[in-house]
């Protein structure tokens, strides 16, 4: 099969969508699929990225967001940089230029909706969005949700066609397979918290991570020891290590490849509520998590209110000192925090039988169903 992606990263859009899509890729990957991603150069990109993963990639026009009002970045169609209409015409043009024509095209981009899809759907034989939104129509044969809503089995009522193949909640999560490994291999432990490991993702713009290094600092204990991460967009690298050489029991990660290992080897995580959510869900690691985006709001509340996270707020109201009395609280709460592992096995329950490739997997099926071949 002949799989294209689009999917772009930048520092507004952050990393996420890229990452989830290069474990979906993974799924995919082998002798008889070839993956091929289309993405923008935008700023703060991960492109690069992609390529050392072995992909290839057809790079869309360069833009950037000087006329574009930084302030305002959840009008979500402002992510593309470009209009609409030509970001469809410049994907249009890939591929017809294709030898072999696209069996399948995947959409991980909230600026995109079904006016872009009716340009582009008559060059791929099937189409499929991964969202978490819900708040437009699409004309995909698969869609992929694979957040946790109280509405979850109703969110994309009349925003698909009925014959859509709609995959919801964490049972479809993305996880990469050393997940599955580390997973494995990993000693839950009920004793006291000992280590913590700290990430906002690759870009973290809003420098989360230096409020939760000033929140260390107001702990009464130094007992703990902390694993930082941070990737090479992050545009605070060097204040971030300043602060971390200050702090004896802080090791700071740079553009890891191990962060399943720092998972297993952690009692707790302060984090957003990206896609990370799943992976620290899926190891069975409780986490402080601090909403960072409009589209992580209510995932990460309904999270809350089922009992698998602990929901400390939107960012721009979240202090160090009330961070530091969170990291007190889980230190002092061990049934509480093994309530929230409880839960957190109960959403990833299907995962736990199986060694991923389970997004994969339906596609395949459906498709050769209705073509009796790959």
Known sequence: ???????????????????????????????EHKVTFICRELPGNIIDQISKAGYEVHKLA?????????EN??????????DWQVDARQTVDILKSLQKPADLLIIDHYALDINWEKEVKEYCGNLMVIDDLADR?????FLLDQNYYKNLSSRYDDLVPDSCQKMLGPSYALLRPEFYLARKNRKQCNDKIKRILVFFGGNDSYNQTKIVLNAISYLSTNNVFFDVVIGDTNQHIKEIENICKTLNNVTLHKQIDYMAELMAKSDLAIGGGGTTTWERCFMGLPCLTIILAQNQKQMVIDLAEYGALWNLGWYE??????????????????????????????????HETTNGN?????????????????
């Open 1 to 31: 099969m002949n799989i294209f992606i689009r999917v772009d990263s930048s520092t507004i859009i952050g990393t996420g969508h890229v990452v989830r899509c290069l474990t979906l890729a993974g799924q995919f990957h082998g002798e």
């Open 62 to 70: 360069k833009a950037n967001y000087d006329n574009i009002n930084l």
């Open 73 to 82: 970045t959840e009008s979500h169609l402002a992510w593309l940089a470009v």
């Open 137 to 141: 129509k699409h004309i995909c044969d």
């Open 317 to 350: 109201s979240v202090t160090a000192k009330e961070i530091s009395a969170a990291m007190e609280k889980a230190l002092s709460n061990n049934a509480a925090i093994n309530t929230l592992k409880q839960k957190m096995s109960e959403l990833m329950h299907k």
């Open 358 to 374: 389970i997004v994969a997997r339906l596609i395949l099926g459906k498709m050769d169903m209705a073509t009796n071949k790959i």
